[in-house]
């Protein structure tokens, strides 16, 4: 059974940064291609950013240059470090495998929340 455990959110000004993390079990997390993704407000979700098995990482646009994904195998577990936040970065961030499987169970997320 799949089980992803974001935790790290939180209420931060815009400038700030925040470090999140997914605790994964129940997927070979060694062998897959992890991502985070968000849901803002009446948005769809989005890939924000995504790690190889073997450390290779992808960005959305608009995040490059501000956040850093990274992972321990030996601790199933990915990280999204997020520096100079914005209020466009407001959203539920959640963690899975990327691309996700069909009907991907999805954790509870973790609610970030940047004011100006």
């Known amino acids: 059974q799949v089980q992803l455990v974001e935790s790290g959110g939180g209420l931060v000004q815009a400038g700030g940064s925040l470090r999140l993390s997914c605790a994964a079990s129940g997927i070979i997390f060694s062998r897959n291609r992890m991502g985070w993704y968000r849901q803002a407000p009446g948005k769809q979700r989005e890939l924000v950013a995504s790690?190889?098995?073997?450390?290779?990482?992808n960005y959305l646009d608009s995040v490059k240059g501000r956040f850093t994904i990274s992972r321990d195998n030996a601790k199933s577990t990915v990280y999204l470090q997020m520096n100079s936040l914005k209020p466009e970065d407001t959203a539920v961030y959640y963690c899975?495998?990327?691309?996700?499987?069909?009907?991907?169970?999805w954790g509870q997320g973790t609610q970030v929340t940047v004011s100006s």
């Open positions: 899975n495998s990327a691309p996700t499987p069909p009907n991907p169970y």
């Open positions: 790690i190889s098995s073997l450390g290779s990482t």
